[in-house]
């Protein structure tokens, strides 16, 4: 008796259970059974291009190849891997391509003279033919032949990979010496700076460094680091000057090797700034 007892009371219980959940709205439900950002996750997909450098493959290793929302992402120097990180753990809640030059794990990328030869070359500085120029110069390795070379390839860069870029997102890392501060006054790069915001409380090492005074100004209110570049910058080739001569939006997120927390937190702070510049369907 007391069992039936028991087996009723807990049916009654049961159907009053199931009453409630039906009375809450579906939505609610949803938000309460669904893990975070269980539907907001992208898939990124993969693909690579082998650029033949004088017999020397450079391979553009690129994440959502087929993306079209107009933001790119460009890892040019190979040794500098928190920030490949940094823009992968991006990818897979905001839309855009992401394109990484893989050589040999090295700062200088370059192909072959002859059979024994090599030239090399920073692929930062290899957006004018001055910059070509000192660069290949400073590897010891100028020839008109490498010259030519060089700007083909800067060429396939520019015309190829970046070409439907609305904004080019450069990401960087540096170790010991490059900083903020070789930018201020007396240092070795303060004609590239137009302005610049140095907050102590940061690393000098984690900075942006942006060609369009708006965007100066949306770092600097977040307290981070930022480098606005002077309207006539001297011609080092790379990639910053070259945004800057031809009008196409440039930000560099440039941060310590091994500071991956805050280059991520840079790279969502950015992304207020990149809904503006992404492409609408
Ligand atoms: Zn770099």
Redesign the pocket.
């Known amino acids: 008796m007391m069992l039936h007892k028991l087996i009723f009371l807990l049916s009654i219980l049961l159907c009053s259970c199931s009453l409630i959940t039906a009375c809450v709205p579906a939505n609610r439900l949803a938000g309460m059974t669904a893990p975070p950002d269980s539907f907001s996750r992208l898939k990124v997909t993969y693909d690579e291009k082998i650029y033949d450098l004088s017999g020397e493959p450079i391979k553009f290793l690129i994440r959502n190849p087929d993306d079209n929302s107009g933001i790119v992402y460009f890892n040019?120097?190979d040794n500098?891997n928190t920030s490949v990180s940094a823009v992968d753990s991006m990818l897979t809640r905001y839309t855009g391509k992401f394109i990484e030059l893989q050589f040999k794990g090295n700062?200088w990328i370059g192909g072959w003279m002859n059979d024994k030869k090599h030239f090399w070359f920073d692929p930062?500085r290899i957006y004018s033919d001055f910059g070509i120029f000192k660069t290949l110069q400073s590897y010891n390795s100028f020839t008109p032949e490498n010259k030519k070379q060089v700007r083909i390839f800067s060429e396939y860069i520019l015309d190829s990979l970046l070409s439907d870029a609305n904004m080019i997102v450069a990401v960087?890392?540096n170790m010991k010496g490059y900083s903020i501060e070789k930018y201020m006054p007396d240092s070795i790069f303060e004609e590239s700076a137009a302005k610049i915001h140095y907050d102590r409380k940061n690393s000098p090492h984690d900075f942006f460094f942006v060609n369009d005074p708006t965007h100066f100004e949306y770092f600097k209110n977040l307290g981070y680091n930022a480098i606005l570049q002077s309207q006539k910058p001297e011609d080092d080739g790379s990639l910053s000057v070259y945004c800057a001569l031809k009008g196409i939006p440039y930000i560099n997120v440039e941060a310590k090797e091994g500071h991956l927390e805050i280059q991520q937190k840079m790279l969502e702070d950015l992304q207020e700034i990149l809904k503006n510049y992404r492409k609408r369907d």
């Open positions: 040019m120097h500098e700062r930062n960087h890392n």
